[in-house]
């Protein structure tokens, strides 16, 4: 996968590097390294992401993570992931759509490319709620990653 940086260039999901992003890097044999999607920001409003191109890992099964670092009481978070063959069009659906998260956690789940043989990009979209009218501004800290569906248990044998 190849992650969008300054310049045009490529940043891995260490940010002090730059580069080409494979899901299970040669220079961390037997270790677990993730491609974020989306690194960690603090946000009050929807959004999303930088479009990520899939490279190699068109086609895949990978698992999701997202991570909430930060909320508020009484708001709520939606993360969904969104598939394009061009870039450009995103569709009416999202291709893994988490349901509303209350709290701060990780939670995973798996981003089936399989199923989706003509997208070659992704993005990360997300949808703040407060619960309700009295409450303030929401705010939430969170981050999301890939990683390949074996890539665990590679490391556990390794």
């Not at 990520?52 to 997202?66: C, F, M, Q």
């Not at 089936?112 to 709620?129: C, E, G, I, M, T």
Request: include cysteine; hydrophobic fraction near 40%; charge should be neutral.
């Amino acid at each position: 996968m190849r992650v969008p940086g300054p310049a045009g260039s490529c940043s891995s999901a260490d940010p002090q590097t730059a580069g080409d992003v494979s899901l299970v890097n040669s220079q961390y044999k037997g270790m677990i390294v993730p491609t974020f999607l989306l690194t960690e920001r603090v946000v009050r409003f929807d959004g999303a992401g930088p479009v990520i191109e899939l490279g190699s890992d068109a086609g895949k099964l990978h698992v999701l993570t997202l991570g909430i670092t930060r909320m508020v009481e009484h708001q709520s978070l939606e993360v969904s992931v969104w598939g394009s063959a061009d870039g450009e069009d995103w569709g009416r659906y999202p291709i893994a759509k988490y349901p509303r998260k209350l709290y701060c956690g990780l939670y995973s789940t798996l981003l089936n490319l399989s199923a989706h043989p003509d997208v070659r990009y992704v993005r990360v979209q997300w949808k703040a709620h407060r619960l309700s009218k009295n409450d303030s501004e929401p705010l939430f800290g969170f981050y999301a990653y890939v990683e390949d569906s074996g890539a665990r248990i590679v490391a556990a044998v390794a």
